[in-house]
């Protein structure tokens, strides 16, 4: 078992950052691939970023690219998202993820995750 516990979100204005962050305890941290995700209302959950075990590989998606950027902790087990240049697109309830599983790629569906957080709130105006 995996527990995850994200933190961070808020209100902000357009352009503002924030820095979200996601606790996880009950596995060895640094064999979880740990990623992102988000879900605004009336849409799908998709995929925000991902990071590999060491943290020496990352992924993003299109959307956030050069705006977010996803790093860890190994030794304070935690997960972190700092967004930047936010815009109103960017508001969604945003979870943390996490997969156990071996694998030489780093996974974007959200299906492919194994635990999950209870997501934290970003709202951003305009």
């Known amino acids: 078992q995996v527990q995850l516990v994200e933190s961070g979100g808020g209100l902000v204005q357009a352009g503002a950052s924030l820095r979200l962050s996601c606790a996880a305890s009950?596995?060895?941290?640094?064999?979880?691939?740990m990623g992102w995700f988000r879900q605004a209302p009336g849409k799908e959950r998709e995929f925000v970023a991902a990071?590999?075990?060491?943290?020496?590989?990352?992924r993003h998606a299109d959307s956030v690219k050069g705006r977010f950027t996803i790093s860890r902790d190994n030794a304070n087990n935690t997960v972190y998202l700092q967004m930047n240049s936010l815009n109103p697109e960017d508001t969604a309830v945003y979870y943390c993820?996490?997969?156990?599983?071996?694998?030489?790629?780093?996974?974007?569906?959200?299906?492919?995750?194994?635990?999950w957080g209870q997501g934290t709130q970003v709202t951003v105006s305009s």
């Open positions: 993820a996490a997969y156990t599983r071996f694998a030489s790629w780093l996974p974007v569906a959200s299906e492919e995750y194994d635990y």
């Open positions: 009950g596995r060895t941290f640094n064999r979880l691939v």
């Open positions: 990071i590999s075990r060491s943290g020496g590989d990352t």
